[in-house]
């Protein structure tokens, strides 16, 4: 199955997963099959039921993920850092 993340909780492991069927999937860090997932991806996955819940995601895959879309703001490219020189009021790129 299709569907969206709406939120992802790293700090916390677990997060939420709109299906094309309407329902929300919980999805927890042990079923990311080691996928990194945020909030807007785009992903495939295998819906599963448990004693604790009928909604349940598993084997992800994802398929989209936004771009250009950071947390607080940063537009730096990961690998990328500014550093602003004090004296010379210049920007150098490590």
């Given at each position: ?17 709109r299906?094309?069927?309407g329902?929300?999937?919980f ?18 996955f295998?819906?599963?039921q448990n ?44």
């Amino acid at each position: 199955m299709y569907g969206r993340v709406t939120r992802y909780h790293h700090d916390r492991r677990y997060g939420f997963i709109r299906g094309e069927d309407g329902n929300t999937y919980f999805i927890h860090y042990s079923n990311l099959s080691g996928e990194y997932i945020d909030s807007g991806y785009y992903v495939f996955f295998k819906p599963f039921q448990n004693d604790r819940s009928d909604y349940n995601a598993k084997n992800l895959t994802v398929i989209e993920a936004p771009e250009g879309r950071h947390k607080h703001g940063k537009t730096h490219k990961k690998h990328e850092r500014a550093c602003k020189s004090t004296t010379t009021n210049t920007i150098k790129y490590d």
